[in-house]
């Protein structure tokens, strides 16, 4: 069964860039089934989707965020990223990465908390 | 972008009886490949989102039959026949016909 595992640090300051990492397990992450993806929630907040990534190496960006997105793979550890440059207050969420199969988000890791604070 | 447009945002619902959540695009969800790529989720407190519907009516695995989703076009409704307490949540509509891929704001199920 398919699970994923978000990563990384849950402090950053302002300006700087805000990495995290996805671990998938219970299947690969070169599937041509899969796209994967990164959706994000202020605290109280509604859902945003960031960006996704095929097994292809295509990406998509939400342009709101484009210009300081970057989504990536790395088949050998079996895990994708996402790099988010520039952070203010405004980049506090809960940061999730999900699988889509279906063009739906079907299997969502727990959830990371990223405070952007000095 | 298209912007998905849910409601009510609160729903206070009996144990036992009905609810209906709606969801409305600023535009046709149809794909150019037939297909209309609307999902419900739902995010139960302290939870990560979970996937109930796909493709409109599709149960996904392991849910319910007491959910049930229909719709086309613009116009989608996410029904759940008889709540239940674990059905307390958060229910959010999505669209991934056009990118950017948006949600709804969400529509939050209590018990009264």
């Known amino acids: 069964q398919l699970q994923l595992q978000e990563s990384g640090p849950g402090l950053v300051k302002p300006s700087e860039t805000l990495s995290l990492t996805c671990t998938v397990s219970g299947g690969s992450i070169s599937s041509s089934s899969y796209y994967w993806g990164w959706i994000r929630q202020p605290p109280g907040k509604g859902l945003e989707w960031i960006g996704s990534i095929y097994y292809s190496g295509s990406t998509y960006y939400n342009p709101s965020l484009k210009s300081r997105v970057t989504i990536s793979v790395d088949t050998s550890k079996n895990q994708f990223s996402l790099k988010l440059s520039s952070v203010t207050a405004a980049d506090t969420a809960v940061y999730y990465c999900?699988?889509?199969?279906?063009?739906?988000?079907?299997?969502w890791g727990q959830g990371t908390m990223v405070t952007v604070s000095s | 972008d298209i912007v998905m447009t849910q409601t009510p945002l609160s729903s206070p619902v009996t144990l036992g009886q009905p609810a209906s959540i709606s969801c409305r695009s600023s535009q046709s969800l149809v794909h150019s490949d037939g297909n209309t790529y609307l999902s419900w989720l739902q995010q139960r407190p302290g939870q990560p989102p979970r996937l109930l519907i796909y493709k409109i009516s599709n149960r996904f695995s392991g849910v319910p039959d007491r959910f049930s989703g229909s719709g086309a076009g613009t116009d989608f409704t996410l029904k759940i026949s008889r709540v239940e307490a674990e059905d307390v949540g958060v229910y959010y509509c999505?669209?991934?016909?056009?990118?950017?891929?948006?949600f709804g704001q969400g529509t939050k199920v209590e018990i009264k």
């Open positions: 999505m669209q991934a016909t056009q990118f950017p891929w948006t």
């Open positions: 999900a699988s889509m199969v279906r063009r739906a988000f079907d299997i």
